[in-house]
T-cell receptor, first 111, second 115 residues
Framework: KNEVEQSPQNLTAQEGEFITINCSYSVGISALHWLQQHPGGGIVSLFMLSSGKKKHGRLIATINIQEKHSSLHITASHPRDSAVYICAVNGFTSGTYKYIFGTGTRLKVLA | NAGVTQTPKFRILKIGQSMTLQCTQDMNHNYMYWYRQDPGMGLKLIYYSVGAGITDKGEVPNGYNVSRSTTEDFPLRLELAAPSQTSVYFC??????????????FGPGTRLTVL
């Protein structure tokens, strides 16, 4: 079982829909990072959070440290949101900080 | 700041050839990482470094070597390229310190094909 699980793995939505991507983890962490990767593209940082909620434009991220769960919401989805969304938890192992990545959620938004 | 830069963007190698993927960051980050991302798969850590002169293996180090002679540069060397090394390679860096809140910054990636 992966230490970081994302759901769903694949998601197709119609333009304008509200989208939720979930990330659950089984290790102790103090911060979680949401990343976006467009097809054939680089990796872009969306949010880094350790508690509560953050909002940027149409994107909202929440985290519940006690429940070991984070969600990424996209309001009024648009075809340009089509990408892979990756959850990464910041773990401290072997004396250094390393990410443990989720397997990603592939989102396709149809016009 | 340019952030994290990688060269080349694309490369095709023949089996058995060698090459070095370059990674440079201008943010004075002590931590640097190399990842590979196979088609449709997640990121896997190849090697990392916590400072100049200090490197260590990640999950998938076989077939690769690294060095870290300066804070800015963290090259990844493939000695005998194999088709299994066909992947997209990402370099990342992170601010030093004990804060777990510091995020990793990623380079644009190098797409490598071994034929």
């Amino acid at each position: 079982k992966n230490e970081v699980e994302q759901s769903p793995q694949n998601l197709t939505a119609q333009e304008g829909e509200f989208i939720t991507i979930n990330c659950s983890y089984s290790v102790g962490i103090s911060a979680l990072h949401w990343l976006q990767q467009h097809p054939g593209g680089g990796i872009v940082s969306l949010f880094m959070l350790s508690s509560g909620k953050k909002k940027h434009g149409r994107l909202i991220a929440t985290i519940n440290i006690q429940e070991k769960h984070s969600s990424l919401h996209i309001t009024a989805s648009h075809p340009r949101d089509s990408a892979v969304y990756i959850c990464a938890v910041n773990g401290f192992t072997s004396g250094t900080y390393k990410y443990i990545f989720g397997t990603g959620t592939r989102l396709k938004v149809l016009a | 700041n340019a952030g994290v830069t990688q060269t080349p963007k694309f490369r095709i190698l023949k089996i058995g050839q060698s090459m070095t993927l370059q990674c440079t960051q201008d943010m004075n980050h002590n931590y640097m990482y190399w990842y590979r991302q196979d088609p449709g798969m997640g990121l896997k850590l190849i090697y990392y470094s916590v400072g100049a002169g200090i490197t260590d293996k990640g999950e998938v180090p076989n077939g690769y070597n690294v060095s870290r002679s300066t804070t800015e540069d963290f090259p990844l060397r493939l000695e005998l390229a194999a088709p299994s090394q066909t992947s997209v390679y990402f370099c990342a860096s992170r601010l030093t310190g004990t804060s777990s809140y510091n995020e990793q910054f990623f380079g644009p990636g190098t797409r490598l094909t071994v034929l």
